[in-house]
C-alpha cells in the first residue's frame, strides 16, 4: 500500500496516518523544490534527526514520540500511544 519499487511512499504513509505536520513539511519541500527548479535556484534540505524542546501543541510530536519509544522499549507501545 505504501511501498512502491523505489521505497516508501511518504506522502501516503503520513496521510494515512493523520501525520499532517509531517504531510505539511513534505508538501513545502516539494513545492520549494519545484520552484527552484523553474527560476533555477539551489535549494538545502536540512532533516534533523530528532528535536526536543517544549511542547507547543496538545499533541505529542514525532520527536518525543521517538524517545517515548526508546524509553518504553516496544515500538508497538509507540504505535499505541500515537494512533
Known amino acids: 500500500m505504501f511501498f512502491f519499487e523505489g521505497g516508501l511512499n511518504w506522502d501516503l504513509f503520513c496521510f494515512y496516518w493523520q501525520d499532517w505536520y509531517s504531510v505539511a513539511k513534505i508538501m513545502a519541500e516539494q513545492a520549494a523544490l519545484e520552484y527552484a527548479d523553474k527560476n533555477g535556484l539551489n535549494v538545502v534540505t536540512l532533516c534533523p534527526p530528532l528535536v526536543f524542546g517544549p511542547l507547543l ?23 499505541l500511544m500515537c494512533y
Open 57 to 79: 501543541q496538545p499533541t505529542v510530536n514525532t520527536s518525543s514520540k521517538f524517545l517515548i519509544y526508546v524509553i518504553k522499549g516496544s515500538l508497538l507501545t509507540l504505535l
